[in-house]
């Protein structure tokens, strides 16, 4: 009997671990009914335009994943939004806090490069997942392995809008007008340099600026009077809206090529027809007709009532990313998201088919887009 007895209780226990077992790679293993991200978003300061443009993206994202219960039944997605401004001790506060006070699972942002290199370590050393929206300088990954960006860098879009301008316009002579204090505008600088290098193109001017300059008739001037085909500028909205301007009210009538700073709506809106022709590299080509993409122009018009520029769709594919990780892993805990973003292949997105490389940079196709009638179109040759 005491035999009998104690062979029952050895198989009750193993079927109860078994039982553990099982539940541990199941969705009933998400311990809480929402699960949150955190985002830092530069919503004031000099760069609101992306920072506001980001976060109507998340928002998009959040609202179609939890309607269609796209993660685990009966759970909800939430997303803890910091306003970083647009300083890197604003974007380290912010990380910060969603660290220390909130139960967070994986952060986007921030905004900026330079606030990303100050504020990704702290994530990265508590092993929470951080994915880059609009962080396209060289080094971002390098800050660790739970580091990653859905933004492409900067290089990249950028060598295929001097390449179009050398082949198809038949640029010859530029001249370059860049921020000289931010990562950014400086990454963007050396990617132009290195593109125009590479395209056999000749500077003619290299004129600087300052953060808070809002005169820049002097270098402009400089440039123009070098009698150049094109200006190469490196700055972001707030700046770039002002070199338009002025290039233009210099009687400049070349062509005006930027950096990721272009692509925003405040270029047009604020600019008017000065506009007309600036070109810019994307990474986000808005005239693809993929179903994914069309069905994310359509929802963004539906709910904000205009249309997404690239840092909403950027913004919003980080979030379905996460999405489809937690999925994958069947799992929000953070090192299990950060290895299925890791594995990250293929995946549908506004964006295009996106991958993840070994380093965990972004790989999706890149356009080209030029401002005509008062709005952004692909530039087709």
């Given at each position: 009997?005491?035999?009998v007895?104690l062979?029952?209780?050895?198989?009750?226990?193993?079927?109860?671990?078994?039982?553990t077992t099982?539940?541990?790679s199941t969705?009933?293993?998400?311990?809480s009914?929402?699960?949150?991200?955190?985002?830092?978003?530069?919503?004031?300061?000099?760069?609101?335009?992306?920072?506001?443009?980001?976060?109507?993206?998340?928002?998009?994202a959040?609202k179609?994943?939890?309607?269609?219960?796209y993660?685990?039944?009966?759970?909800e997605?939430?997303?803890?939004v910091?306003?970083?401004?647009?300083?890197?001790?604003?974007?380290a506060?912010?990380?910060?806090k969603?660290?220390?006070?909130?139960?967070?699972?994986?952060i986007?942002?921030?905004?900026?490069?330079?606030?990303?290199?100050?504020?990704?370590?702290?994530?990265?050393?508590?092993?929470?997942?951080?994915?880059?929206?609009?962080?396209?300088?060289?080094?971002?990954?390098?800050?660790?392995?739970?580091?990653?960006?859905c933004?492409?860098?900067?290089?990249?879009v950028?060598?295929?809008?001097?390449?179009?301008?050398?082949?198809?316009?038949?640029?010859k002579?530029?001249?370059?007008?860049?921020?000289?204090?931010e990562d950014?505008?400086?990454?963007?600088?050396?990617?132009f340099?290195k593109?125009?290098?590479n395209?056999?193109?000749?500077?003619?001017?290299?004129?600087?600026?300052?953060?808070?300059?809002?005169?820049?008739?002097?270098?402009?001037?400089?440039i123009?009077?070098a009698?150049?085909?094109?200006?190469v500028?490196?700055?972001?909205v707030?700046?770039?809206?002002?070199?338009?301007?002025?290039?233009?009210?210099?009687?400049?009538?070349?062509?005006?090529?930027?950096?990721?700073?272009?692509?925003?709506?405040?270029?047009?809106?604020?600019?008017?027809?000065a506009?007309?022709g600036?070109?810019a590299?994307?990474?986000?080509?808005?005239?693809?007709?993929?179903?994914k993409?069309?069905?994310?122009?359509?929802?963004?018009?539906?709910?904000?009532?205009?249309?997404?520029?690239?840092?909403?769709?950027?913004?919003?594919?980080?979030?379905?990313?996460?999405?489809?990780?937690?999925?994958?892993?069947?799992?929000h805990?953070?090192?299990?998201?950060?290895d299925?973003?890791?594995?990250t292949?293929?995946?549908?997105?506004?964006?295009?088919?996106?991958?993840?490389?070994?380093?965990?940079e972004?790989?999706?196709?890149s356009?080209?887009?030029i401002?005509?009638?008062?709005?952004?179109?692909?530039?087709?040759?």
């Open positions: 009997m005491t035999c007895l062979i029952l209780i050895l198989i009750i226990t193993i079927l109860t671990g078994c039982t099982q539940s541990t969705a009933e293993s998400v311990e009914s929402t699960i949150r991200l955190g985002a830092i978003l530069g919503l004031s300061g000099d760069i609101a335009a992306y920072g506001e443009s980001q976060k109507k993206g998340i928002d998009l959040i179609e994943i939890n309607a269609g219960n993660l685990f039944k009966d759970y997605l939430k997303v803890i910091e306003d970083s401004g647009d300083s890197a001790d604003g974007a506060r912010a990380m910060t969603l660290i220390q006070e909130i139960n967070i699972v994986g986007i942002g921030p905004t900026l490069s330079s606030q990303a290199f100050i504020a990704d370590p702290i994530a990265q050393k508590v092993g929470i997942p951080v994915m880059g929206i609009s962080n396209t300088v060289p080094g971002i990954t390098e800050m660790g392995e739970f580091v990653f960006r933004s492409l860098p900067e290089s990249s950028i060598a295929s809008a001097i390449e179009v301008a050398a082949e198809v316009l038949r640029i002579k530029v001249g370059i007008i860049w921020q000289e204090d950014y505008t400086i990454a963007c600088y050396q990617a340099i593109a125009i290098e395209n056999g193109l000749e500077v003619l001017a290299d004129e600087t600026f300052t953060r808070g300059n809002t005169d820049f008739k002097k270098q402009l001037l400089k123009i009077d009698k150049t085909d094109a200006i500028a490196s700055a972001f707030k700046e770039a809206v002002q070199i338009v301007i002025q290039s233009r009210s210099l009687e400049f009538e070349g062509t005006i090529i930027g950096g990721n700073g272009f692509n925003s709506p405040e270029i047009i809106q604020q600019a008017g027809e506009a007309e600036v070109m590299g994307t990474a986000w080509n808005m005239a693809s007709e993929s179903p993409n069309v069905e994310f122009i359509s929802a963004f018009e539906k709910t904000y009532g205009n249309k997404p520029d690239q840092f909403a769709a950027q913004a919003y594919t980080a979030v379905w990313l996460y999405a489809n990780a937690m999925r994958t892993a069947v799992s805990d953070p090192k299990a998201i950060r299925a973003l890791a594995g292949s293929n995946f549908n997105s506004p964006l295009g088919s996106f991958s993840f490389t070994n380093e965990r972004p790989v999706h196709p356009a080209i887009q401002i005509r009638d008062g709005k952004f179109v692909i530039f087709n040759p």
